[in-house]
């Protein structure tokens, strides 16, 4: 089963994808990223491991999920 995510947490994905490529990734975006990943696992009821690693391969590795 797919994991639904908002796109909040895509845009807070996105962000701090972009700072890590440069070599900027500060301390507050990976804890913003984290804690948002955290709360919306909590919400939903699904896996926090789950929805980081669906997160990351959406931001990522966008064309692997368009086989789906």
């Known amino acids: 089963m ?3 995510l908002s796109d909040e947490l ?3 994905e996105r962000a701090a994808w972009a700072e890590q490529r440069a070599n900027a990734l500060t ?5 913003r990223v984290q804690e948002a990943i955290t ?3 909590e ?6 491991y789950e929805v ?3 997160l990351k391969r959406a931001v ?3 064309a692997e999920d368009d086989d789906s």
Do not use: D, F, N
């Open 39 to 41: 709360a919306y696992a």
């Open 60 to 62: 990522r590795h966008p």
């Open 2 to 4: 797919a994991i639904e």
């Open 27 to 31: 301390v507050e975006t990976a804890a």
């Open 43 to 48: 919400e939903t009821g699904q896996s926090r």
């Open 10 to 12: 895509i845009e807070l």
């Open 52 to 54: 980081e690693s669906a």
